[in-house]
């Protein structure tokens, strides 16, 4: 059932019609000057190549392996930094809320909220999220059959909610590994909203460095590939000018130099499979 597979924010516009959007940022803020530059590079492809864009970046990794891993610079900071962002190079932004609490303080800055992928079926905070009226980008579960993700949207519509994304990210299999399976896609379609494929977590291995994340970014432009046949509506990337350095899933992140490439492919892929 179609439901609404149209976005249209400040200086964003998807209809839904063909093509793709992109969410992409760096998976943690570290500094403003960090976060401008690599938004200002990511604004420059997706212009040239005619890509709606929506900055992304985490004010607080509440869900890190071990105890003294970087988590951000904290709600306060991270959101004055994503306005930053917003003022001086004309893009949306979204971030990633944990707790009920944060719905509304980060609405006021925020174009979308995130839902994080452990939390997608905490529904006090999926509430509160809604009654903001933004916009939410709900991931779905490692945890969760695709068809179970229409609670989650019957949850989201409850509490007022009308424009969703829904993003998947993989699945569980065994430890410290994660699958895709493609059924997903048009299952996840048929809840009546834009599917983005998370190419970046989807190669990630949670826990597989012991006390952080490990990932195989090599079969991020596979995956992405396949994502784009089935026909998602929006991609997810984390990038880094240096994922060696990165303090947060640079194992998993894909070099921002190397996206633009990618995204002509991924727009090829997407208009043969919409015209087939």
């Known amino acids: 059932m179609e439901k609404n597979r149209s976005l249209f924010l400040d200086n964003f516009r998807y209809t ?54 970087y988590r951000g610079p904290g709600m ?3 959101l004055s930094i994503l306005q930053e ?13 944990h707790e ?11 174009d979308v909220i995130q839902i994080p992928a452990f939390l997608c079926r905490q529904t006090d905070l999926i509430v509160a999220a809604s009654l903001t009226g933004r916009p939410l980008n709900i991931k779905k579960g490692q945890f969760m059959a695709p068809w179970d993700m229409s609670h989650v949207v019957k949850k989201a519509e409850g509490a007022g909610a009308e424009n969703l994304l829904l993003t998947e990210r993989g699945v569980s299999f065994g430890y410290n590994n994660l699958v895709v399976d493609f059924k997903s896609i048009p299952i996840l379609k048929s809840l ?14 949670p826990g597989g ?16 590939s396949a994502a784009a046949a089935a026909g998602v509506e929006g991609f997810f990337f984390e990038v880094h000018d240096n994922p060696e350095e990165a303090p947060s899933d640079g194992a998993n992140s894909l070099r921002v130099d190397r996206l633009g490439s990618l995204l002509e492919k991924l727009l090829r892929i997407r208009a043969a499979a919409v015209s087939s």
């Open 16 to 69: 839904g019609d063909s093509g793709f959007f992109l969410i992409a940022g760096p998976c943690v803020l570290e500094n403003s000057d960090h976060a401008l530059s690599l938004a200002r590079q990511l604004k420059d492809v997706t212009s040239s190549l005619g890509i709606p864009f929506i900055f992304k970046a985490s004010f607080d990794k509440a869900n890190r392996t071990a105890m003294d891993s």
């Open 76 to 78: 306060e900071l991270g």
């Open 85 to 97: 962002v917003k003022d001086k190079l004309d893009v949306p932004v979204l971030s990633d809320i």
């Open 100 to 110: 009920s609490s944060q719905a509304e303080k980060a609405a006021a800055i925020l």
């Open 192 to 205: 009546g909203y834009p599917v983005v494929f998370d190419a970046t977590h989807s190669v990630q291995l």
């Open 209 to 224: 460095k012991g006390s952080s994340s490990g990932g195989s970014p090599e079969h991020i432009p596979v995956l992405a």
